[in-house]
């Protein structure tokens, strides 16, 4: 089963902003004099904001959601929760006015061809693959319940009933989304996330059908993601991770895009060889 889905977006765990702001600068690691220099408010006034003592206006409380690196959906709801109104907006995927998005996200996977790549949003779930990564796992029994919408990839790619037996280095790489995982949930805080991660970390040996493969030790390198082709070889890949460097909205600041690139002349010669098979099958 693919488990339950992700909770919704929760209100600020604390019931006041002063907390929230309290809560977020101790997870950065900072004290209240080192917040004050950065941003330019009196350690005083901070102190008051963060007790509830004074209340935050809007330029303030933006300037220390910025100088705390929150991202820009949980800077709206913190900004909401003060009575004032988001910095940035948000739309869905499906909006019109991120057409630009969708367009660059298209040619970027397009202009990837013959090698695959994904994009996701910021709870990992399915926007787009383009061919050469359909054609990579299209030989996988893959559960149908992990194919329901929305397609999460990386529930789909590390469950023993999704694509887990494709990886031929399965362990090392469980290891890395799992940690990658978890650096994203604490740095966001976000509970779909957190949600995520319990249910990744409950995929390791459950009746996976391949060896699990070693896991990294610390401080150990991690080599190229290994994958069994079609053919029955083994295709090396490097892998590069993409954000858009200047969103101008929530949605599209959370989209990333994975793409692929052979590590090997052999991996290389056979995604050529994969695109020529795809496209004599369109013309037949």
């Not at 529930?155 to 799992?178: E, I, K, M, Q, V």
């Amino acid at each position: 089963m693919s488990g339950p889905p992700a909770p919704a977006d929760a209100a600020p765990s604390t019931t006041d902003v002063g907390g929230a702001l309290r809560d977020w600068r101790q997870r950065r690691r900072m004290t209240q004099l080192e917040l004050a220099l950065e941003s330019g408010v009196s350690a005083r006034h901070l102190s008051f904001l963060e007790t509830g003592r004074s209340r935050p206006g809007r330029e303030t409380l933006l300037r220390l959601l910025r100088h705390l690196d929150l991202p820009y959906r949980e800077q709206n709801r913190l900004l909401l929760a003060a009575g004032h109104a988001p910095a940035v907006p948000e739309r869905s995927l499906e909006d019109p006015a991120l057409a630009p998005v969708h367009e660059a996200l298209d040619l970027i996977l397009a202009r990837h061809d013959p090698y695959p790549g994904v994009a996701f949003d910021r709870r990992w779930d399915l926007v787009a693959a383009n061919p050469p990564m359909l054609a990579l796992i299209a030989g996988v029994a893959v559960d149908p319940d992990l194919l329901e919408p929305p397609v999460n990839v990386l529930r789909l790619g590390l469950h023993p009933r999704g694509l887990a037996p494709l990886y031929a280095n399965l362990g090392f790489w469980r290891s890395h989304f799992t940690g990658r995982l978890e650096r994203q949930a604490e740095a966001s805080r976000d509970p779909g996330l957190t949600a995520l991660l319990e249910e990744v970390r409950s995929f390791s040996g459950l009746g996976e059908k391949s060896e699990p493969g070693p896991v990294p030790a610390d401080g150990e390198v991690l080599g190229p993601l290994k994958v069994h082709a079609p053919d029955g070889g083994v295709l090396s890949f490097l892998g590069m991770f993409a954000t858009f460097d200047t969103p101008f909205e929530v949605t599209s600041s959370e989209l990333a895009v994975e793409l692929l690139f052979p590590a090997d002349g052999s991996t290389g010669e056979a995604l050529e060889k994969l695109a020529a098979e795809r496209a004599r099958s369109r013309g037949a």
